[in-house]
Every structure is written in C-alpha cells, then in structure tokens.
C-alpha cells in the first residue's frame, strides 16, 4: 500500500512537473515551429504558381510529379513530393534512379520545383551532378 | 518578379514595369536590388531561370529585368 502511494505521488509529481515545463518549452520553441510552417507556407505558393492544376493533381493523388526530357522523347524524370530518389524512366520502364540535392537545406516543395527547373531548362547538368543508380 | 529559394521558402523582390519604363525611383530601387541579389546569389554557385506561363523554364545567365518572373535555384549536388 505505502508502494502503490509513493508510485502515484511520484507519477503526480512528474505530471506537476510536466505541466509546469511544458508552457516555457512551448514558448521557447514556438519562434522555430512558426519559422518552418511559415517556409513550408511560402514554398507551397511557389508550387502552385509553377504547376499546373494536372501536376498538381498527380503530386497529390501519386506521391509524385513527372517532368518530361526537353532532350529525349520517352523519357521521363518522375520526382517525389517528399525526399528520395528521382526515378528516370524510358518508355515506360524505370531504367535509372538519380540522387542529387541542393546544397542548402529547402522546403520539400521548393526541392520539386528545383528538380523540375533544373530538368526542363539545364538537363545536361542536372545529370551531369548526380549520382545515377542503374535499375536491373 | 525575383524569388530566391532558401530555406525560409523563397525571398521575393517585385517591381511595376511599366512604373519602370516612366522611371519610377521605387521600382528602379527595386530592379537594382534584384540585380545585386542576383550578382550575388550567381556567384555563390545558384542557377537562374526565367518563368514565363505555359512555357518550359528557361536557364538564364544574366539578369533581365523584362522577365515575368525569375527563379534562383542554390547549387545542387549528387547525394
């Protein structure tokens, strides 16, 4: 009984504490979580203004956008909405996956945009920095 | 329109181009802060592209205070 006591003033405690805490955590961290969704905010205007609503719908409903090649007819660079490779398929089949990244860290959004800038206006480039994975 | 990705989103710098063609000083103001941010964000490694509706994005390699629209992109590596 004195056990059981002592575990409940202790998780009361801890609670007390918590509650206490939490509103300084909140304050001191709030500047941050408002700086990020505020990025994210702008990042996601930019999207809009540079998608159609077609590839805005694809890289809603598929998790993706695909660019076409200005260079090669049948290929194709499809680039994730959130982090991760950009597959590269030719004729319908994947044929390559490429890594590549811009050197200052961006909005998720703002990284489709770059992909999709650097594809259709300096694709030797483009290929020319990354790392290319070959699918087998 | 200037927009500088980055990772607050992107920095916007916009002027009127016809207040420019009458020699508006803000717009002017505006146009040659746009270039220095231009200059400036080139020479760190960042890619520029110019924007115009319903057309494929265009690599540019000086800054043109006619476009609709211009997008800076940092300096991209192989991950």
Known sequence: MIIFTQQVLTTLGWIVLALAVSPMVWLLFQPYFKGLSSAERRAAHLLRDMLTVEQCRQLVWHGYLEVPSPSTTQRVYRVPRGRGYVQVIEHGRPVMRLCIQPVESLPDADVVILHKLMIEGNEEYYLQKANKYLCV | ?79
Do not use: C, H, N, Y
């Open chain 2, 1 to 79: 329109m200037l927009r500088t990705m980055s990772r607050r989103g992107d920095d916007r710098i916009t002027w009127d181009q016809q207040k420019l063609q009458v020699g508006d000083p803000e717009a002017a103001a505006a146009v040659r802060e746009a270039e220095r941010i231009f200059a400036q964000e080139r020479a760190k490694g960042a890619t520029a592209f110019r924007i115009d509706p319903g057309k494929p994005a265009q690599r540019i390699e000086t800054f043109d205070e006619t476009a609709e629209q211009i997008v800076l992109v940092p300096r991209v590596v192989g991950g």
